[in-house]
Structure formats: structure tokens, C-alpha cells
């Protein structure tokens, strides 16, 4: 991971990265003092009247931020995630929401794989499973205390799992401590066959790789066990020391000081110190885990049936295959074959559905599907013109939902949208489906030649050798 620093250092890590990858960013208003938008920052000044679009479109004042390492460790704990908020509540505030919306111009949309971790840009969220506000802005907070970068998980139990699904160590030198660590390992022992030493086996033992796991204080008792002397244990052999520095939260303890390569709590505890949050925090020494946690943390660990999307589906696919359809005006059929080149979904299976399919879906076909368009310009275009579908990942709920697939799928091609269709009237979809249409069709019409005729040819010549998607892409549209 490019950058060494993380919260609670200087800057956060993203930015240079960020500023590589994505030009778009580059357009993209700077704090007032020329820093990054960014953890480990915090405002000093607000100057109401310069204000700034933010990208959820807030007013956003434009701010200077100071370094939150130079602030005591109780101000950190208050301010260290100020550049992530970017509401006006004064106590964060809760999001059920399980998907967010992409931002709204074509042009900022950036892919989730192209993007380093931690989401620093505060409404840069895709999937709750990957991260939140309330995640994000906890984990700046952490990182700032912890002094060292963290991933937050739901339990503390969850964090180790994380731990050893991460070091996938082939033995792991553990002591007495709280009874679920044991049983996590020993379920982590079924598939990987990692052998469980004493804490004070024979040194030689451990290898590279391996894991001494210490408790302290120990769950129970409260006794102490001397954590550079387990380091240099562990260092020693080119192993690992973890260190459950739940019963001694900072400012107590800072197993970091004293050799550990990983810190873990469980935030049930002194982090969450209200018994209303199951949580676990898995602080780490080195930044180039932290992605790889982060992206294990993604993967970790309904049927119904949608009239409406068949008939959109079927609507859609009838215009492209030429077939009359009474959902759809000829002139509507038209731009929908202009810009859509295929769709697909399970009830178009039909010689399938005439031997299996049926039997095996009796009561309709999901109302997930996918189209793919003439160009990927125009798939990338076309979300941003829709009203009543959100720009987002996920699927299953009430609300419709389109997703450019390349957001988060590098495996798809870049031309296809996938739909979710959710509870709104499939006339009122389709609708909007076929003005978003001619929104992105119009929108290349307009551009004068060279594009127009490139269009043209995409769609009278798609089997053309000398037609190429790339060079209407990367010649005229910026994908
Ligand atoms: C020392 C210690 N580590 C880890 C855990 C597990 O944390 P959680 O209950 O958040 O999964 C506990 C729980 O009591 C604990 O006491």
C-alpha cells in the first residue's frame, strides 16, 4: 500500500494513490490549506462563507485541519474522524441502509477495485458489508488511539478469526485466556490442521509464519504476562506476537511499544463501554495487511417472484429483437434497440425453460437482469439519467437498483447494467429505462462529428473490423 502513514500519523494513506489512479479527483475540491480531505486531520478554522459542493451535494464549509496526532489522546477520541463528517449531527448518526448511491456525474465514478483502502472520501461508500460512515468514522477513531491502522469486525471472536484467516499460521502458541479465543481456533484448526503449543512451548517449535497469541491481562484472573519478552520470543523465530489487550484498553496499555505485530479487542468492552455494541477491533503493525484484511472482511460470511421485471424484461428484449410489443411505443422500441444490444435474463432461456427451466422455477424468474449496450460509454452514461432507479450495488430490495456491473466487478465487461427491479410500477421503470435512453442517445447525437458518426457506426456496423469500442472510449468518451 502506497504511503506509510494512516490515521493518527499525518495524513491518511489514500490520497497519493487516489490522485494516481483517478483523474476525476483531480477536479475535485482540496481543503482550503492545500491538505487532503482526510483522517488524522481535524478542522480549525470554518469560513461559512467559502462554502463548497460536497459530493452528496452539502453545503460544505471549506476547512483547515490541524494534525490530531499532536492533540491529546481524549481530543482524539472526539475529533480524530472530523473529516469524515459530513453531516451537521453532533452525535454520529445511524444508517440502516445496506447500499449507497454512486456518485450522480458519469465522470466521478470510480471502480471499486481501482479504490485503497480506508474509504477516507466520506460519501465514497458502495456496500455496507465493506464499510459505513459509522465503520469508517470508528475505525479512524481507533487507528488515531490504537496508533496503528485497524479493521473493525462484528465480535471480538470475529477479529481473531480474521486474524488467523489472515497469517494462516501452521502453529500457533496460545495461554490461558478467554475460552471463545480457544474455541475460534480450534474451529479455524478444522479445515487448516494448524497445530495449538503451549505459550511456553519449546522455542524452536515455531517458524516462520507462525503465531504466539498472548493475553494480557488474562481473562479471569487479571494477572499480566510480559509482552516484549513474548515478542522477542516470537521475532526470534520469525513468527508473529498477537496481543488481547481487551482488559487493558488505551491509554493502559500500548502492546505496539512493546513488539506486538497485532493488537486485538474486543470493542464489546472499554471501547464500546456501554453494553449496547458487539464489536471487535484488529489493530495492525504493518499497512500492507490492512488491505488484505479489508478485502477478506468483504467476503466474509430470497426468493421472489417479480412479475414486473419479466415484463420489462420482455418488453426491452422484444424491441431488440424486433418483435412487437404492446408495452412500447414503436418510437420507444426504436431508441431502446438504438442503444441496447442485448438482455439477458432467465425466462429468455426458452429453449431451456421448455425441458428444465420450468420445473426448476415454476414460479417466475427473479427480478434480477442485465443488458448490455452498445457501447461502454453508454452504459456508463446511462445510470445518471435515470430518476427512478438509484445507482447502486445490491440487489433484493424495494427499491429498484442499477449498477454499472465494472463498479465492483472487474470480471464483466464494461457495457453491461445490471437491474434490480423492485416494487414500483414496471410501467413507471420502463418508462424512465426508455427517457434514460434517449438521454444518452441524444446526449451523442449532440456532440457534433466525429462522435456521432462513431455512434452511427456502432450501431448500423457492430460487426465491423474497422469499428472499435476502444477507440470511441478512449478517443472521445473517457472510460
Ligand atoms: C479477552 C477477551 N477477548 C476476546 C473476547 C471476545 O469478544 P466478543 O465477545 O466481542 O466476541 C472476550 C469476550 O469476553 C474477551 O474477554
Not at 466521478?108 to 458489508?129: D, M, N, V
Not at 506486538?260 to 470493542?267: E, Y
Request: aromatic fraction near 8%.
Amino acid at each position: 500500500m502506497p504511503g506509510s502513514s494512516f490515521p493518527g500519523k499525518q495524513c491518511y494513506p489514500a490520497v497519493e494513490s487516489r490522485d494516481k489512479i483517478a483523474d476525476p479527483r483531480k477536479e475535485r475540491p482540496e481543503r482550503a490549506n492545500g491538505q487532503p480531505r482526510g483522517v488524522g486531520r481535524t478542522p480549525i478554522t470554518e469560513q461559512s462563507n467559502n462554502t463548497s459542493a460536497d459530493d452528496n451535494g452539502q453545503a460544505n464549509s471549506t476547512r483547515q485541519f490541524l494534525d490530531i496526532s499532536s492533540l491529546s489522546p481524549s481530543t482524539q477520541a472526539i475529533h480524530a474522524d472530523d473529516p469524515l463528517n459530513v453531516v451537521d449531527d453532533v452525535a454520529p448518526p445511524i444508517h440502516v441502509t445496506t447500499t449507497f448511491r454512486y456518485p450522480r456525474e458519469p465522470e466521478r465514478l470510480r471502480l471499486y477495485h481501482e479504490r485503497s483502502y480506508p474509504i477516507f472520501e466520506p460519501t465514497e461508500h458502495c456496500y455496507s458489508r465493506q464499510s459505513t460512515h459509522g465503520t469508517s468514522r470508528l475505525e479512524a477513531v481507533l487507528s488515531t488511539l490504537l496508533k496503528n491502522p485497524c479493521v473493525t469486525y462484528t465480535s471480538g471472536l470475529a477479529a481473531f478469526h480474521a486474524l488467523v484467516t489472515l497469517l494462516n499460521p501452521k502453529k500457533v502458541s496460545i495461554g490461558a485466556g478467554y475460552h471463545g479465543i480457544h474455541g475460534t481456533l480450534k474451529l479455524h484448526q478444522r479445515p487448516t490442521d494448524c497445530k495449538i503449543l503451549p505459550l511456553n512451548c519449546d522455542l524452536n517449535e515455531l517458524c516462520e509464519g507462525d503465531l504466539i497469541h498472548l493475553e494480557t491481562p488474562v481473562n479471569p484472573t487479571g494477572r499480566a504476562l510480559n509482552i516484549q519478552y513474548y515478542a522477542d520470543r516470537a521475532h526470534s523465530r520469525g513468527a508473529y506476537l498477537s496481543v488481547d489487550s481487551t482488559f487493558a484498553p488505551p491509554p493502559l496499555q500500548d502492546p505496539f511499544q512493546h513488539g506486538a505485530d497485532f493488537v486485538l479487542h474486543s470493542g464489546t468492552k472499554y471501547i464500546g463501554g456501554h453494553s449496547d455494541l458487539l464489536c471487535g477491533v484488529l489493530a495492525v503493525k504493518q499497512t500492507e495487511w490492512l488491505q488484505k484484511l479489508l478485502d477478506d472482511r468483504l467476503f466474509w460470511v430470497q426468493s421472489w417472484v417479480s412479475e414486473s421485471a419479466q415484463r420489462i424484461v420482455t418488453a426491452l428484449n422484444d424491441a431488440v429483437t424486433g418483435k412487437q410489443n404492446s408495452s412500447l411505443s414503436s418510437a420507444d422500441a426504436e431508441i431502446v434497440r438504438t442503444v441496447v444490444k442485448e438482455v439477458h435474463h432467465a425466462s429468455l432461456q426458452t429453449e431451456d425453460s421448455q425441458t428444465w427451466l420450468k420445473k426448476q422455477m415454476p414460479n417466475g424468474y427473479g427480478p434480477v437482469f442485465s443488458i448490455v449496450l452498445r457501447t461502454p460509454a453508454l452504459a456508463k452514461q446511462l445510470p445518471s439519467k435515470l430518476h427512478l432507479f438509484h445507482h447502486a450495488t445490491s440487489l433484493g430490495g424495494v427499491e429498484s437498483l442499477i449498477e454499472w456491473r465494472t463498479m465492483t466487478d472487474a470480471t464483466v465487461d464494461k457495457d453491461l447494467l445490471r437491474i434490480s427491479v423492485g416494487v414500483e410500477d414496471p410501467k413507471d421503470l420502463l418508462g424512465d429505462l426508455v427517457q434514460g435512453f434517449r438521454a444518452v442517445n441524444n446526449r451523442l447525437v449532440f456532440f457534433e462529428g466525429m462522435r456521432v458518426s462513431s455512434v452511427a457506426k456502432a450501431f448500423y456496423l457492430p460487426n465491423s473490423s474497422k469499428y472499435s469500442e476502444e477507440h470511441i472510449d478512449n478517443d472521445y468518451l473517457d472510460i
